[in-house]
């Protein structure tokens, strides 16, 4: 009787191919998933359970992604989207600043000049496949001050949609009025914690 080598892996017996004798064949037995067909199930799971949650609906349970092992807790970590922070930007040849400060919980707190805002900020969780994030914001409360541009925010102002784009690093972005680059401002700078 022949010997069949083992699987260094998982320590069970590898399949000699028919075919091609000098081939082997690793085959996992049957009370074990494959590791990456896990994973991908848990990714997939994860993916759709974002989508459904994205557009307002109850995931159905047999999509929710499995609770993480004790060793991927810290992977599991909701990522905080590059946006959250406080970023800066003077205008140039002027010594007027813009200081604004995205919270995770969707509100900006604004300084540009003489006028403070608060705002409400929905932005994308992902990038269109030209590097744009649409971010529209709504001004919720303002000190009725003029800013760097010498423009007034009144409260309740209606919703503005702009396009801002990040720097590869995350540590800088512009700000433009569409998804191209023509009507552009910045770079904001990310304020140091």
């Not at 929710?64 to 989207?81: E, F, K, L, N, Q």
């Not at 992902?126 to 529209?136: D, K, M, S």
């Not at 914001?137 to 702009?162: F, I, P, Q």
Request: glycine share 6%; with cysteine; net charge positive.
């Amino acid at each position: 009787m022949a010997v069949l080598p083992h699987c260094p892996l998982h320590n069970h017996p590898m399949k000699i191919s028919p075919r091609i004798p000098k081939l082997l064949i690793h085959r996992f037995p049957a009370n074990r998933q494959r590791p990456a067909l896990q994973l991908a199930g848990a990714l997939l799971a994860a993916l759709l359970s974002s989508l459904a949650a994205a557009q307002g609906l109850k995931p159905s349970p047999a999509i929710v992604a499995p609770a993480p092992a004790a060793s991927s807790a810290a992977a599991a970590t909701p990522t905080v989207h590059p946006l959250v922070g406080t970023w800066s930007w003077t205008l140039p040849g002027k010594t007027c600043a813009e200081t604004w400060q995205y919270r995770a919980d969707g509100r900006r707190l604004g300084t540009s000049g003489e006028e403070v805002t608060q705002a409400d900020y929905q932005v994308s969780a992902a990038a269109t496949t030209a590097g744009f994030y649409p971010l529209t914001e709504t001004v919720t409360n303002s000190n009725g001050k003029r800013d760097c541009s010498g423009d007034l925010h009144a409260d309740g102002d209606e919703s503005v949609v702009r396009f801002i784009q990040f720097s590869p690093k995350k540590d800088q972005f512009i700000v433009c009025k569409a998804a191209s680059l023509e009507a552009c401002f910045g770079p904001l700078r990310r304020v140091p914690d």
